[in-house]
Every structure is written in C-alpha cells, then in structure tokens.
Nanobody
Framework: QVQIEESGGGLVQPGESLKLFCVAS????????MGWYRQAPGKQREAVAT???????RYSTSLKGRFTISRNNALNTIYLQMDNLQPDDTAVYYC??????????WGQGTQVTVSS
C-alpha cells in the first residue's frame, strides 16, 4: 500500500510563487507516474501536470510556463513550482500516484489561496 502526503500550500498574493511537495511512502514501485491535480470551489478536478519516474512530464496547456513539475526518485517525492500565481489558481491541490496494476492513490490535498 502507498500513502501520499502533500504539503507546501498557503496564502500568497498575486504574482508570488509557491512550491508544493508530495511524498509517496510505503510500497512505492520503481516505476510510477505521479501528478498534481487541482479543484477550485464549484469546479471539477483538473490535471495540472504529471511526471514519471523516468522524468517524462506532461502539463496542462494553459499552465505550462508558469508551473514546473519535478521529482526526486530517491526520496519518492515530486514537486510543483508555481510562479506568477493568480487568483484563478486558488484551489485544493491534490497529488496522485499511479503504477501498473494498482489503483491510483490520492493525497488529502493542500490548499493554495491567491489573494491580495
């Protein structure tokens, strides 16, 4: 079984940056895809970015350029660097872990609020 824990959320002003952290623990496979998703109030959850253990990345077209996903395989950790944050980025950000043959595992989420 794998556990996912996110951290790094908070309250920032428009134009500021924030970095999110996601750690996978437990029976973590050597091959996986992990990603960040977000859900704003009243909206559906949407994909932000994903990364595999090999470093292959995918981004939401609208967010690429401001958000950067990265990983540290040795720590089973992925990161989301978010720059030039705007009020529309306000959401709960969830981390997801997937590996072949297993159901996706989700974290509890971390709140990001962008407000002046």
């Amino acid at each position: 079984q794998v556990q996912i824990e996110e951290s790094g959320g908070g309250l920032v002003q428009p134009g500021e940056s924030l970095k999110l952290f996601c750690v996978a623990s437990g029976s973590v496979s050597r091959t996986w895809t992990m990603g960040w998703y977000r859900q704003a109030p009243g909206k559906q959850r949407e994909a932000v970015a994903t990364i595999s253990n090999y470093g292959i990345t995918r981004y939401s077209t609208s967010l690429k350029g401001r958000f950067t996903i990265s990983r540290n395989n040795a720590l089973n950790t992925i990161y989301l660097q978010m720059d030039n944050l705007q009020p529309d980025d306000t959401a709960v950000y969830y981390c997801n872990y997937e590996t072949s043959g297993s159901r996706p595992t989700w974290g509890q989420g971390t709140q990001v609020t962008v407000s002046s």
